[in-house]
């Protein structure tokens, strides 16, 4: 298969970036996205030009680190899956692909396709957390948590931690993102004891780092690799409620 | 100088050792703590559990990872879950059973008094897990589930859907991030360490680059924890993310740590097939799929030349014509043997020409009886996300084909040499994680990484760093200004202005897919004399090409993605050699270690006792000189060494 791709580069934050049109040719159905990205980069090496800069690790759509806006979608078009996780065989032969990098006020452009996610591990610093010790805990078995509950919170979990739904989001809000640990939490009972507080210190950190507000639109839940629930950010909301009633 | 390894492991009886030692070893007053700085390299299962339980105890720390964030290493991709002897299922599963099953699986070439402390702290591990709100799997009466894994008959492994290595970490990560936000850890994400730096003989910092900015920084500390992973992608091809690299180690070694066992890699026998040439990496299809999934080739040719053809499709074969060969083979363990036993029985069946797809590299691994047995919708339940990728890379449903799985590089048992508290040879220096060489011998149980690491990070090293730091309580801040500092910098600093310098024609990728192919070929899942001396040629030839002909663009003073993959290809090219080197060395077959002259009469590992009853330790002598080695007897003071057995 053949491809033209525009691509988004930029040398760092404080520079213009532009689009750039590359072509790749004869690739395999089955190579993916990223091993597409990889051929690219190797031809633009022996070009004597530099590649392009995009962030990935595990390339199982587990570690959350791709991120690549692609023909307009976060993590491209297809439902449920990380960028990594994309295969050639969903494009269209002869197709134009462009890719640019999440294109948000709280995520800058560190270079090409790689942005500053820094402020998502700030929100969890704020309280994404159940505060024990190491070694000062009860048996594993000794609090018995209902099977739906623990899936629930499974759900929850399953979060990566990638951005898109900010980058999504018109508003450039991190609901969902935050909804999803508090929601995974408050859905044990280790975690309601904080629930409140957690729910406060995170939104407020949120607000804090110049995230928008939530005005539901669900745009993050349909762009979501890990298919997370609006239906988190209603018991984030309730959470939050019940916090701002105890003050 | 050879080194004279003491393991101090303790005095005693087995299930004493490990309290034994504890109450001896010197522990740090809490206002003295404060005064200590410790930094760790990696923010895995190892360095996140082990930063968070130091931060928590009053030490300064700082934490280093490749990443973007800490939350994002390597160790979020495991699947299957961790080891515990909980015994929750009544199956009589006990400390001592984990102990041995461990000790067996890994072909008697581990310690047995770090074993078994390592499965003495396993339970610890869930609780502290559970505390945290690890989503783990539970049963309808609201307590924990388990699921079986290889090498062992007993059901003990703990699990989180196929996502445990994913939830385990993000426990980790938050305790971590609540030691941030209390200001006690200091994170530096993108950066990646370069050199270690040694003043009087003990670590005393490291050298860091900055990825963004591609600043050279320099962080000291009175100890420093290594927690930087394994080295499988020495194989260009592997299971491991695809930063995984064998670098930080690696220069603990240049700079006098020892490295043990180096050759005992890990082939994990239920991975997606290589296709094409294109790849950059393999996907895992998780252990845990072998609890109901059956593996089988064809009994008949004509069958293996049809489904290669297209002609029949695998689930047209009746199942007369399927060879079980696991089953058929191991009786008593089936498809549950240990990983090294499953790869070679795939290789065995493919050798002679039954590999199910068109390379002739393949086996399937069916879920048709578990289908029949407990419904599509209990399958889906426990592997859904698992047969979703399948599908989604390989186009094929699971639920209605078997999938094709071939092995793959997946862990590096070998490592940095450690004594019983973590320490390296260096004193100062620790070692912890897959990056240290400690308690899986020559072949490690499936779910035992994550057991390790967390054993590591929250419960052994948080005890044993305080008996070295006892000593450093009257030592001040590390000045950074020395000459041991200066040195390292410009070390650093010169390879870098030097790999920019060649200016030749290859990709870094280029060098490393031919490194892959030679470590493949010749020091993979078969090796032998000859194909160990052949691969110690091939690398050191194209480590000098490396030098002259690689093309390196853009500069160190930038995000450069390119030289950071240099650096680490660089080591790659001497870690290599070093892997083949301790392979020609062993001559007998162990674990994952496989040399095809030492093999008993039924094509099973034939170890040596007599001769190879040890670790080897090996000592850096320069780029292009010849290690030396020093061995570390393993003495079994407990359990009787015998051929491991996993048919009756
Ligand atoms: C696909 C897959 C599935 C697995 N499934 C299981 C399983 O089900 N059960 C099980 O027990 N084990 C499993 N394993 C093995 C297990 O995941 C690993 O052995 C384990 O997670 C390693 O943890 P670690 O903390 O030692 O290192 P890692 O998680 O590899 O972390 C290494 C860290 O070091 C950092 N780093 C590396 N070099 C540097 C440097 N120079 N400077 C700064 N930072 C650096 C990285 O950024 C990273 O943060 C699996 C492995 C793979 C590949
Ligand atoms: S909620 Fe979904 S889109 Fe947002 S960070 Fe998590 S996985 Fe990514
Ligand atoms: S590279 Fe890890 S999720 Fe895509």
Not at chain 1, 82 to 105: H, L, N, V
Not at chain 2, 106 to 115: F, K, L
């Amino acid at each position: 298969m053949n491809f033209t791709l525009k691509i988004w580069r930029q040398r760092d934050a404080k520079s213009q970036g532009a689009f750039e049109t590359y072509k790749v040719t004869d690739i395999s159905a089955d190579t993916s996205f990223l091993e597409m990205m990889d051929i690219l980069n190797n031809n633009l090496i022996h070009e004597g030009k530099e590649p392009v800069a995009f962030d990935h690790d595990c390339r199982e759509g587990i570690c959350g680190m791709c991120s690549m806006h692609i023909n307009g979608h976060a993590h491209g078009p297809s439902q449920a899956v990380t960028t990594c996780q994309m295969y050639m065989r969903k494009f269209k032969d002869g197709s134009t692909i462009t890719i640019e990098p999440w294109r948000s006020a709280a995520f800058p452009v560190i270079r090409d396709l790689v942005v500053d996610r820094g402020a998502y591990d700030k929100i969890l610093q704020a309280g994404g957390f159940i505060s024990v010790r190491t070694n000062s805990v009860p048996d594993g078995n000794a609090i018995p948590i209902p099977k739906k509950d623990a899936d629930e919170s499974m759900d929850a979990a399953a979060c990566v931690g990638c951005g898109a739904c900010a980058a999504t989001c018109k508003n450039g809000s991190a609901m969902l993102f935050v909804a999803a640990r508090v929601s995974s939490l408050a859905k044990l009972p280790q975690g309601k004891v904080e629930g409140a507080r957690r729910a406060k210190a995170m939104v407020a950190k949120m607000d804090e780092l110049g995230f928008g507000n939530c005005t539901n639109t669900g745009a993050c839940q349909a762009q979501c690799p890990k298919s997370i629930s609006i239906a988190h950010i209603a018991r984030l909301n309730r959470e939050f409620l019940a916090a701002k009633l105890q003050d | 100088m050879a080194y004279k390894l003491d393991a101090k492991t303790p005095a005693g009886p087995l299930a004493e050792k490990w309290s034994n030692h504890k109450a001896a070893i010197k522990v740090v007053s809490p206002a003295n703590k404060r005064k200590l700085d410790i930094i760790v390299v990696g923010t895995g299962l190892g360095g996140a559990s082990a930063a968070a339980s130091l931060g928590e105890l009053g030490y300064n720390v700082k934490i280093f990872c490749i990443s973007d964030s800490p939350r994002r290493a390597h160790s979020i991709a495991a699947q299957g879950g961790i080891n515990a002897a909980k015994n929750y299922q009544n199956d009589n599963d006990s400390i001592y059973r984990l102990f041995y099953d461990t000790i067996k699986g890994g072909d008697y070439r581990a310690r047995e008094a770090n074993v078994y402390r390592l499965a003495e702290v396993s339970n610890l591990i869930i609780d502290q897990c559970v505390a945290q709100g690890v989503p783990f799997a539970r049963e309808y009466g609201g307590l924990l589930a388990n699921r079986s894994f290889g090498g062992a008959q007993v059901s003990r492994t703990f699990y989180a859907r196929g996502q445990t290595g994913q939830q385990l970490l993000l426990g980790a990560y938050s305790v971590l991030n609540k030691e941030i936000a209390a200001g006690s850890v200091k994170s530096y994400p993108r950066h990646e360490m370069l050199d270690i730096v040694i003043e009087n003989g003990e670590a005393c910092g490291i050298i860091a680059r900055n990825l963004v900015t591609g600043e050279i920084e320099r962080h000291g500390a009175h100890a420093v924890v290594i927690a930087t992973g394994g080295y499988g992608n020495v194989f260009f091809l592997s299971t491991n993310a695809m930063a995984s690299n064998g670098s930080a180690a690696f220069q603990c070694y240049r700079k006098g740590a020892g490295f043990a066992n180096p050759c005992f890699t890990q082939i994990h026998p239920t991975c997606i097939p290589v296709h094409g040439t294109q790849q950059s990496k393999l996907t895992l299809m998780s252990e845990s799929l072998r609890n109901d999934g059956r593996i089988w080739v064809p009994k008949k040719m004509e069958d293996v030349e049809a489904i290669r053809k297209g002609a029949k499709l695998p689930s047209d074969i009746a199942e007369e014509d399927r060879d079980y060969y696991l089953e058929r083979r191991y009786p008593a363990f089936g498809n549950l043997v240990p990983r090294d036993v499953a790869s070679r029985a795939a290789k065995e069946r493919c050798d002679a020409g039954f590999g199910v797809n068109e390379t002739g590299l393949a086996v399937f691994l069916d879920f048709k009886t578990a289908i029949e047995r407990l419904g599509k919708e209990t399958i889906k339940q426990r592997y859904g996300n698992l047969f979703d990728m399948y599908e989604e890379i390989t186009d094929v449903n699971p639920y209605e084909q078997p999938m094709q799985i071939f092995p793959a590089v997946h862990y590096t048992m070998g490592g940095i040499w450690v004594d019983y508290n973590l320490m390296t040879t260096i004193p100062g220096l620790y070692a912890i994680g897959e990056a240290n060489f400690s308690d899986h011998g020559a072949n490690r149980l499936g779910a035992s990484a994550l057991m390790q690491g967390l054993a590591d990070g929250y419960f052994v090293l948080p005890y044993t760093i305080g008996d070295y730091l006892a000593k450093k309580i009257q030592a001040p801040k590390i000045d950074t200004t020395t000459k041991a500092f200066d040195e390292a910098e410009a070390g650093v600093r010169a390879r870098i202005e030097r790999l920019f310098a060649i200016k030749g024609n290859q990709s870094v990728d280029d060098i490393h897919k031919r490194l892959g192919l030679i470590m493949w070929d010749n020091v993979g899942m078969a090796r032998t004399k000859e194909s160990l001396e052949k691969a110690i040629v091939e690398i050191q030839a194209l480590r000098k090409e490396f030098y002259k002909d690689l093309k390196l663009v853009g500069d160190n003073n930038s995000f450069n993605v390119e030289l950071e993959k240099a650096l680490r290809l660089e080591d790659f090219l001497e870690l290599g050699e070093l892997m083949a080197r301790d392979a020609l060395n062993r001559e007998e077959s162990c674990g994952g270690h496989f040399r095809s002259e030492h093999q008993t009469e039924d094509g099973e590992a034939l170890r040596h006792d007599d001769k190879f009853a040890y670790a080897a330790v090996w000592e850096y002598k320069g780029i292009d000189e010849v290690p030396e080695m020093t061995i570390e007897p393993l003495e079994y003071e407990f359990v009787h060494r015998a051929q491991r057995n996993y048919k009756d």
